[in-house]
């Protein structure tokens, strides 16, 4: 005879389904949530503040979301994204919104290209976009792509080069990808700045910095203005790299 199935605590299921999804990115949103689960908002926005109260996620803000703790790394699950450094970026980048009034944003490496991870466009009254959570941005065609390949180290930069030159569909165009990189990374760190202009999302354009922890390149942190606006650029470049000096200097290197 075959023994009964053990019985299932649906809830214990769905708050580890909620830190899998969670864990895969630092910030994760209630609507994101419900529409990877399945599950009403209500439902995971209680399910969130119990893990909150139990310390394994906390709340960033009414409108930034949510991530986990460290105290996740004690099931095993690490703490992925811009460790430790991450909670000192966040609050730059809502000090930086909060002195310039235009939007921030934190990204990090997914393989190929740079993704938002955070972003204070809730906050910001001068956002041209509703939301900017996990944009994907190429290397060679935005500021936080450009600003991170230009500022990796060379054997890092070599590998996504090549990343980037198995799209290619001929030796020709492999070529010229490589040497399109080559002249980005001295435009950048000749400025010292990852720079959006032209053609893409031309009603805006974007500086970012490289984020370190150390000696060790965790992601980028940006600003984004509109491009037809009198905006002081020189001053909008000293208030992004004094933030991004604060944060590092609030950072313990590894041992």
Request: positive net charge.
């Amino acid at each position: 005879m075959t023994a009964p199935a053990a019985k299932t605590v649906r809830a214990v299921e769905r708050s580890l389904q909620i830190l899998e999804l969670m864990n895969r990115a630092p910030v994760a949103r209630v609507q994101y949530l419900a529409e990877q689960t399945g599950l009403p908002a209500p439902t995971v926005v209680r399910l969130l503040e119990t893990l909150v109260a139990a310390g394994y996620v906390q709340k960033l803000g009414r409108q930034a979301g949510y991530c986990v703790t460290q105290r996740v790394a004690a099931l095993g699950a690490g703490h992925h994204g811009l460790p430790q450094v991450f909670d000192l970026a966040r609050k730059a980048a809502e000090d930086l919104t909060r002195r310039t009034l235009w939007p921030a944003a934190l990204a990090t490496l997914d393989v190929d290209a740079l993704v938002i991870r955070f972003s204070t466009i809730p906050m910001s009254p001068l956002s041209y976009y509703q939301s900017t959570i996990n944009r994907r941005m190429t290397l060679l065609d935005y500021a936080h792509g450009r600003a991170y390949l230009a500022f990796c180290p060379m054997v890092e930069r070599q590998h996504l080069v090549a990343l980037m030159q198995q799209s290619a569909e001929s030796e020709v165009e492999a070529t010229a990808i490589a040497k399109r990189a080559e002249s980005v990374v001295s435009l950048t760190r000749a400025s010292g700045f990852g720079e959006r202009t032209g053609n893409i999302q031309p009603e805006t354009h974007s500086l970012a910095l490289p984020l370190r922890m150390g000696a060790k390149l965790v992601g980028t942190l940006g600003l984004t203005y509109f491009s037809r606006a009198h905006v002081d650029v020189a001053a909008l470049k000293h208030e992004l790299r004094t933030a991004v000096a604060s944060c590092e200097a609030g950072v313990q290197p590894p041992g």
